[in-house]
């Protein structure tokens, strides 16, 4: 097990090289280049030359690459120029991370809770009208844009009737910060008032989130128990005179969350590209709106941490999985 936990580690530090060579010569053939970004159209040719000098852009290429590696390592990715201009850009990814991991922590409870049990009782009751609305909901759910389901939220339960918020992580509230989570930071504090609030705010986000999330996974669960239930295993367990409450959590329900672990995993990296579109909508103040922020500004500092982190979370996601399974079945970890 040991081994090949650190030969997938091994993976992940050189894909990790390979993302920090794809994305050092990536923002360096935008348009303008991070001169150009941080000098402005006013810049003077002497102005734009003494910056490139100072930003080492004169140098070799990979020169450059070597020392943007070295910034790298020490956690300096410049400042800020347009998400919070000014500040250095690792501490603007630090302050905005719980904003989004909670986002995407309430998107996935959304999508787990309602998905497993409504796939499951789906393909208990395959055919009939639970089965073919769950079908009909999930196939919804997976051809309705984010963007487009957030508006509609948003216009219908904040606009129309007034039920929920319609922007920002909290109110006019003078809470205590603890976390950065603001549910968290309410419950830990006891100010019920904030962590409702912060709850509230989180609803209409979390749903549109976490509403493609939950269409995969319900049709994941639903066809993986429609396949166990047909197992041999499966009928030999009846024929001993198991109870059937024995069957469904032993033989059914924990064969069929093996593909149920692999598609959720993928789903975290999910959540991530979501939360660009969910956390603009809803002037959500996370990663995700940086993300537009920088993109449309060209904030190069921003960027490259942005897409270092995203990439790196999405392989974490998806090493976590790979252990599960093969603490699951060992025959993977020969592979």
Not at 17 to 44: K, Q, V
Not at 144 to 172: E, I, M
Not at 213 to 227: C, E, L, M, N, Y
Not at 312 to 331: E, G, H, K
Request: some cysteine; aromatic content about 10%; glycine content about 8%.
């Amino acid at each position: 097990m040991l081994r090949y936990i650190v030969r997938r580690l091994a993976q992940l530090v050189v894909v990790l090289l390979i993302l920090s060579l794809l994305l050092f010569f990536w923002l360096r053939l935008l348009p303008g280049g991070p001169d150009s970004a941080i000098c402005g159209e006013r810049c003077t040719p002497e102005q734009r030359t003494a910056l490139r000098s100072a930003m080492g852009l004169d140098q070799p290429i990979w020169t450059q690459y070597l020392k943007y590696l070295g910034r790298i390592v020490q956690g300096d990715f410049g400042t800020s120029g347009f998400v919070e201009p000014g500040v250095p850009a690792l501490e603007v990814f630090w302050h905005r991370l719980p904003a989004t991991i909670e986002l995407t922590i309430a998107a996935l409870i959304f999508a787990l809770v309602l998905a497993i049990p409504l796939g499951y009782f789906a393909a208990r009751r395959k055919g009939s009208l639970l089965d073919s609305t769950g079908v009909v909901v999930s196939l919804l759910g997976v051809a309705v844009p984010v963007f487009f389901l957030a508006y509609l939220l948003k216009f219908v339960f904040a606009v129309k009737l007034h039920w929920l918020p319609d922007s920002g992580r909290q109110g006019d509230i003078n809470a205590t910060r603890v976390t950065g989570f603001f549910v968290l930071d309410g419950l830990i504090t006891r100010e019920w008032d904030a962590a409702w609030d912060a709850l509230k705010h989180l609803i209409l986000p979390a749903i549109a989130l976490g509403f493609i999330p939950f269409a995969v996974i319900f049709r994941i669960t639903r066809g993986s128990v429609i396949d166990v239930q047909n197992e041999d295993y499966v009928r030999t367990a009846e024929s001993k005179g198991l109870t059937t409450s024995v069957i469904r959590r032993r033989h059914i329900l924990r064969n069929a969350m093996l593909p149920v672990v692999t598609v959720t995993g993928l789903q975290v990296g999910a959540l991530l590209a979501g939360a660009v579109l969910t956390e603009t909508v809803f002037a959500y103040p996370g990663l995700g709106q940086a993300t537009q922020i920088a993109f449309q500004n060209r904030d190069y500092a921003m960027l490259q941490i942005l897409v270092l982190a995203s990439a790196v979370t999405y392989m974490l996601v998806n090493l976590v999985v790979d252990l599960s399974y093969a603490l699951i079945d060992p025959r993977i970890r020969t592979r």
